[in-house]
């Protein structure tokens, strides 16, 4: 089963992880080990390039409480 994950906050769910540019193999391994050191360039910018962990860029947390509106 392949998987496609464009959220970082997913990462703590998933094994193993590979990187794939325009459907080559660059990179695969463990999950944590791929987040801690990644050995290609294209990996590496993924990383740089994706939002802090904590959220959105630009998005305040809700407050303690707050009623969940939809």
Known sequence: ???AVRAPCS??????????DNGHLVEQGSTGQLLAN????LTASLLQA??????????APP?????LRT
Do not use: C, N, Y
Not at 38 to 41: C, K, L, S
């Open 50 to 59: 994706a939002p802090d962990r904590g959220g959105a860029p630009g998005l």
């Open 63 to 67: 407050e303690a409480g707050a009623a």
């Open 1 to 3: 089963m392949t998987w």
């Open 11 to 20: 990462a703590h769910r998933l094994t193993r992880t590979a990187v794939l």
């Open 38 to 41: 990644p050995q290609h360039p």
